[in-house]
């Protein structure tokens, strides 16, 4: 069975930090672009952050950069996405994501991802 599993959302006042991971199990990573999205309460669904198979490029939203890291490790099929520096606007169901290397598509492009995660609340709130 082809599956991801976001963990590691929860509650955190604004400036601190979560860590969130997402496992793939039925598959290996090693060949797919990871991506982390979000959608909060009436809101389009967003790109966050994505990363190549090997990790060698990284793409981050503009309202994240500085704030956020993505990461993979292929040998533990899993990838993570360390969010520092937490805003209130953060706040958002996270997702991620994989999808094949193949296509004529840029690294973040939503409708190229084939495997969602059932995703992990992110709450920012003093």
């Known amino acids: 069975q082809v599956q991801l599993v976001e963990s590691g959302g929860g509650l955190v006042e604004p400036g601190g930090s979560l860590r969130l991971s997402c496992a793939a199990s039925?598959?290996?990573?090693?060949?797919?672009?990871i991506g982390w999205f979000r959608q909060a309460p009436g809101k389009e669904r967003e790109g966050v952050s994505c990363?190549?198979?090997?990790?060698?490029?990284?793409r981050y939203a503009d309202s994240v950069k500085g704030r956020f890291t993505i990461s993979r490790d292929n040998a533990k099929n899993a990838a993570y996405l360390q969010m520092n520096s937490l805003k209130f606007e953060d706040t958002a169901v996270y997702y991620c994501?994989?999808?094949?290397?193949?296509?004529?598509?840029?690294?973040?492009?939503?409708?190229?991802?084939?495997?969602w995660g059932q995703g992990t609340q992110v709450t920012v709130s003093s």
């Open positions: 990363i190549s198979r090997s990790g060698g490029i990284t």
């Open positions: 994501a994989a999808r094949p290397t193949l296509g004529p598509y840029s690294l973040c492009d939503m409708t190229s991802y084939d495997y």
């Open positions: 039925g598959f290996t990573l090693d060949y797919y672009h």
